[in-house]
C-alpha cells in the first residue's frame, strides 16, 4: 500500500506492481502531488512565459527581428496560466493512466493508520503487507505578528496561491532568498513586475558555490532589477507592508503580494500513532532503502526531510520498491540503495543553475586537496549564437586520481548539461575520460569538454 500518489509515490506503485505485488496507492487530493500540481511544473510553464516574453522585448531587435508595429508585446496572463493549466491536466491525466495500466488500484481519500498493516480511508479498513509513507511536505509559515492576517486578506501568499494570482504584481516582496523565492523573483521580474528579496543569511542562495551565486546576485541585481537585502530580520507584517531589520534599523516595502517562502515541512498527519521514530524537524526517520523503524513500514521523498527534490523521491520510490520486492522473492528485484551524495539539484532561474558533489567552500572546510577550472560560456560559439553568453561551466576534481569532487553550471540549457556530470559519478568515472569524451559541435556542453580538458592537461584549448 503507498500512500501519496505524488512523485515518489505513483513512481514507487508502478514499480511494485511492475515487481509482481498487489499494490493499492491512495491520494487525498491530486495525482502527481505537488510537483505536476502546484510546484516543479506550473512553476517551468510560467517561467517559459517570462523567458520568451523577455527575449522578445530584449533580444529580438539584436537578433535582426523588427517588429512590425511600435507597440511593445504585452503578456497575456489569463492565457498564460490557462496554458499552465494545460500542462498540468495533461501530465496528472497520463500518471492515472499510468497506476491504472499497471494495474495499480487506486483510491482518492485521506489515509490514517491504526498500526502498521492497517490503514483506514473513507471509512473502510484495508490491510497490507507493506506500507510506503510518500505523504510529502507544504510549505512553512511564520508566527509573526501580522501574518495570519496577512494571510486571510490575500495579500501574504505561499508557492502555491502565486501560482494562479488574478493578474501580473507591479510589486512583489519575496521572503526567503532559496530556491523557489528566487525562481518566483525571476518569473515576476522578467514580466515587468518590481521585486523585492529579503533574505535572513548572508546571502541568497546560500548552499551553492560562492562564484555562482555571486554572478546570479549580480545578474538579478544589474538585469532584472532586484533590489536585495541580505542579513534581514523580518519582524511583522503590516497591512500590504513588510517590516524587517538590518544592523539594528528597521526598513519597510510595500508591494501588491507578499511570498512567503521559508522552505517546507513535512506531512506526517495520520501517522504519528503508530510508533514511528521521527526526527526534530517531524520528518520521519528512513535508511538508505526507505525503511523505517517499524518493520514493513517505508518512507520516501519530501516526508524524509533529506533532500526535499521531485527526481530524489522518484528514485527512492524505485529503490524502496525493489526493497520490498526483493525481500518478497520476486523475480527481478534489484538490491539498490539511495546516495545522497550524488543528488544533483537544478534551480530554474534565469540564468539557469545545477550542481552536483561539493562546493569549493565545503571542500576549503574539509581540508581536502582539489584542483578546479572555470570555462566561460562567452567562449563557446554555441553561446554567441544564442545570444546568451552569460555563465560557466566550473568542475572541481581531487588531484591525483581525478574524480570529480563537484559540478557548478550556470547558463542557458545548465538544467540539462548537469546530467552528463551525474552519469560520470555513477560510473565512477574521471576527468580524463570527460576530457576525452567528444563534445558535439557546436552545443553548450562543449564548455564542460573544455573545462575537463584544462584540468588534464594543465592547459585551456580555447582561454
Not at 548537469?418 to 556542453?445: D, K, N, Q, W, Y
Request: glycine share 10%; charged share 25%; aromatic share 6%.
Amino acid at each position: 500500500m503507498v500512500v501519496g500518489a505524488g512523485i515518489g509515490g505513483y513512481v514507487s506503485a508502478i514499480k511494485t506492481a511492475q515487481l509482481g505485488l498487489k499494490t493499492l496507492i491512495i491520494e487525498k487530493q491530486y495525482y502527481g502531488g505537488v510537483c505536476l500540481n502546484v510546484g516543479c511544473i506550473p512553476t517551468k510553464s510560467l517561467l517559459r512565459t517570462a523567458k520568451v516574453f523577455e527575449d522578445i522585448v530584449h533580444k529580438a531587435a539584436n537578433l535582426g527581428i523588427d517588429m512590425k508595429t511600435k507597440d511593445e508585446p504585452s503578456i497575456n496572463w489569463d492565457k498564460a496560466l490557462e496554458r499552465k493549466d494545460g500542462v498540468v491536466n495533461k501530465l496528472t491525466s497520463g500518471v492515472k493512466a499510468l497506476l491504472t495500466k499497471n494495474g495499480v488500484k487506486q483510491i482518492i481519500g485521506e489515509a490514517s493508520a491504526l498500526d502498521k498493516n492497517t490503514i483506514t480511508v473513507n471509512g473502510k479498513k484495508y490491510h497490507c503487507d507493506n506500507l510506503i509513507i510518500a505523504s510529502g511536505s507544504v510549505p512553512n509559515e511564520l508566527p509573526l505578528p501580522g501574518f495570519a492576517e496577512g494571510r486571510n486578506s490575500g495579500f501574504l501568499i505561499d508557492s502555491t496561491k502565486i501560482l494562479s494570482l488574478p493578474k501580473i504584481p507591479k510589486a512583489l516582496t519575496v521572503i526567503g532568498g532559496g530556491v523557489i523565492g528566487i525562481e518566483f523573483g525571476c518569473l515576476f521580474a522578467a514580466l515587468g513586475t518590481k521585486v523585492t528579496v529579503i533574505e535572513g543569511a548572508p546571502k541568497i542562495l546560500p548552499m551553492l558555490d560562492q562564484d555562482v551565486t555571486a554572478l546570479m546576485t549580480k545578474t538579478l541585481k544589474e538585469k532584472y532589477k532586484i533590489e536585495i537585502f541580505t542579513n534581514a530580520k523580518v519582524k511583522e507584517v503590516k497591512g500590504k507592508s513588510v517590516v524587517f531589520e538590518i544592523d539594528g534599523k528597521e526598513q519597510t516595502v510595500k508591494s501588491d503580494y507578499c511570498l512567503e517562502s521559508i522552505g517546507r515541512k513535512t506531512v506526517t498527519k495520520g501517522f504519528d500513532g503508530i510508533g514511528l521514530e521521527l526526527s526534530e524537524r517531524k520528518s520521519i526517520i528512513a535508511n538508505d532503502y526507505g525503511e523505517t523503524n517499524l518493520d514493513g513500514v517505508y518512507a520516501i521523498g519530501d516526508v524524509t526531510s533529506k533532500i526535499m527534490l521531485a527526481h530524489v523521491a522518484s528514485h527512492a520510490g524505485i529503490v524502496t520498491a525493489n526493497r520490498i520486492a526483493l525481500k518478497a522473492n520476486k523475480p527481478g528485484a534489484e538490491d539498490i540503495k539511495m546516495d545522497y551524495s550524488k543528488i544533483p539539484s537544478c534551480i530554474y532561474s534565469h540564468p539557469e543553475i545545477a550542481m552536483i558533489g561539493k562546493t569549493e567552500q565545503q571542500l576549503k572546510a574539509e581540508g581536502v586537496e582539489y584542483k578546479t577550472f572555470k570555462f566561460p560560456f562567452a567562449a563557446i560559439g554555441k553561446a554567441l549564437a544564442d545570444d546568451d553568453t552569460t555563465g560557466f561551466v566550473k568542475i572541481i576534481c581531487e588531484p591525483k586520481y581525478k574524480t570529480l569532487l563537484g559540478a557548478h553550471i550556470i547558463g542557458n540549457r545548465a538544467t540539462d548539461m548537469i546530467s552528463e556530470f551525474t552519469t560520470l559519478i555513477e560510473c565512477e568515472g574521471t576527468i580524463t575520460e570527460l576530457a576525452r569524451a567528444i563534445h558535439p559541435h557546436p552545443t553548450m556542453s562543449e564548455a564542460i569538454g573544455e573545462a575537463a580538458e584544462a584540468l588534464e592537461s594543465g592547459k585551456s584549448l580555447n582561454l
